[in-house]
């Protein structure tokens, strides 16, 4: 606790954002974090080597960005960040919260690395705004990647919905249309990198879906699957029943196609 509260000092936060509890969540994700570094190496690892795919196939391509606008990245965990200053000449670390790393990266290369407070949800202000018509638009000049977000961006704006007294199905739908809205603005620009969590997994158990149906959307909307891997997101000992995610990385290269 004291350790969630020190990490929830060092963080900056939209004031929307921390309403919604998404300051107290990033302070902890930083603490396990730290707890599990190596225990998540892998994952890190992966996610590092996507991200770096997906930007080289952007700056080899014609009309190549010179731009990386990178959402989720506010406490640089997974960000290959000096790989891509090597790659782009402008990297905007987009988040509702940034931790000491990613301010800090921000001073050292100053006028190259920015980082950007947005709700790419556009939701957290005003929880009952269409999510399809509030999501905000990406920079078209640039190599968009959207880094284990998907399905997290629902998580407390839906939780909020429900303590006032909205009904569950309402509810899934509301979180349904935050997490298409985010795939219908990355399919709007021409170079994208979407990784996301699609099932959760648990030993001696089938997968759980959490994106039932996107891979088929996507697919249609032009995208290609990239690598996949596992996140041992909780070992063994952490909950009375440890479990992981399944992940998977896709990619758009010089297309700009609305995502159906």
């Keep these: 606790m004291i350790e969630e509260l020190f990490a929830w000092t060092r963080l900056d936060c939209l004031p929307a954002a921390q309403r919604l509890g998404l300051r107290r969540e990033a302070a902890a994700l930083a603490v396990r974090h730290r707890r599990l570094r190596t225990h998540w190496a892998g994952h890190i690892e992966q996610t590092r080597t996507a991200l770096l795919a997906s930007a080289r196939l952007a700056i080899a391509s ?51 690395v920015h980082c950007v407070a947005q709700d790419v949800s556009g939701v957290l202000n005003d929880l009952s705004c269409d999510p399809l018509q509030a999501a905000p638009a990406m920079p078209a000049d640039a190599w968009c990647a959207s880094v284990n977000l998907l399905s997290q961006l629902p998580l407390l704006p839906c939780t909020a919905r429900l303590k006032r007294g909205d009904s569950e199905a309402d509810v899934e739908r509301y979180g349904a249309a935050i997490q298409q809205a985010h795939v219908d603005a990355l399919g709007r620009v021409r170079h994208a990198c979407l990784i996301i969590e699609y099932a959760q997994t648990r030993p001696g158990a089938p997968d759980e879906v959490l994106l039932p149906g996107l891979p088929a959307r996507l697919t249609t909307g032009g995208w290609t699957a990239g690598p996949r891997w596992q996140w041992p997101l909780n070992p063994v000992g952490e909950t009375a029943e440890p479990t992981g995610r399944a992940m998977q990385a896709w990619w758009r290269t010089g297309t700009s196609a609305h995502t159906p």
């Design 62 to 112: 014609p009309h190549a960005p010179r731009r990386a606008w990178i959402m989720g990245a506010g406490l640089l965990q997974d960000v290959p960040l000096q790989a891509m200053l090597e790659l782009f000449d402008t990297v905007d670390l987009v988040d509702v919260c940034f931790g000491p790393a990613a301010r800090a990266a921000a001073a050292r290369h100053p006028g190259r």
